[in-house]
């Protein structure tokens, strides 16, 4: 069974740097894996922030960016806002017609 | 603009059916592939089933194989999600989502909850 894992929770400074990762149990994530990543916060269906693992959706401020760091895809948000305070989810193209979301990253800006 | 409205959730029994639909507007809703992802109540996403424009081909979270269908009519530009057998772990909020650049989910829909309970 194919797991995306992403941490469960972390916290960042006001203004501060915030990687946040993704990864697959059954090895390493790629481009062709097509990473995007989606903000949700409590009430709101998700606003979509990054496709095509580093390209940013129409909106999005370029403090948001995406890329691959060793074996996982990574959303990393450069001088963080309060209201960058939200839940964090990456899905995977794990296999044709198969997508596959993590678990969530619930992000704390304090 | 670009919009998705989902419909015809609600309390169902165990074992019961319901199905929910998605109208489309803003786009070309007969070319564009479609997802329905869900949330459980306090938990993360799930992705459930996707059509492409034609329904020539739909694939399934096994999760949901064989008790869910997921249809479309292109001249009412609307998608549908099909439920039977329902359990109580499908209880959540079902979100349609168009199939975008890269893979991805966007736009999506305000969502529908679905609530399976005796």
């Known amino acids: 069974q194919t797991v995306v894992t992403q941490e469960p929770s972390f916290s960042v400074s006001p203004g501060g740097t915030v990687t946040l990762t993704c990864g697959l149990n059954?090895?390493?994530?790629?481009?062709?894996?097509?990473p995007s990543w989606y903000q949700q916060t409590p009430g709101q269906p998700p606003r979509t922030l990054m496709y095509?693992?580093?390209t940013r959706s129409s909106g999005v401020p370029d403090r948001f960016s995406g890329s691959i760091l060793g074996n996982k895809a990574a959303l990393t948000i450069t001088g963080a806002q309060a209201d960058d305070e939200s839940d964090y989810y990456c899905?995977?193209?794990?296999?044709?017609?198969?997508?596959?979301f993590g678990g969530g990253t619930k992000l704390t800006v304090l | 603009q670009v919009q998705l409205v989902e419909s015809g959730g609600g309390v169902v029994q165990p074992g019961g059916s319901l199905r929910l639909s998605c109208a489309a507007s803003?786009?070309?809703?007969?070319?564009?592939?479609m997802h329905w992802v869900r949330q459980a109540p306090g938990k993360g996403l799930e992705w459930v089933t996707f059509?492409?424009?034609?329904?020539?081909?739909?694939w399934y979270a096994d999760s949901v194989k064989g008790r869910f269908t997921i249809s479309r009519d292109n001249s009412k530009n609307t998608l549908y999600l099909q439920m039977n057998s329902l359990r109580p772990e499908d209880t959540a909020i079902y979100y349609c989502?168009?199939?975008?650049?890269?893979?991805?989910?966007?736009?999506w829909g305000q969502g529908t909850l679905v609530t399976v309970s005796s």
């Open positions: 989502a168009k199939m975008s650049s890269g893979q991805s989910f966007d736009p």
């Open positions: 803003g786009f070309i809703f007969s070319t564009s592939g």
């Open positions: 059509t492409r424009y034609d329904e020539s081909h739909k």
């Open positions: 059954s090895g390493s994530v790629s481009t062709s894996h097509q």
């Open positions: 095509s693992t580093n």
């Open positions: 899905v995977l193209y794990v296999a044709t017609g198969i997508w596959v």
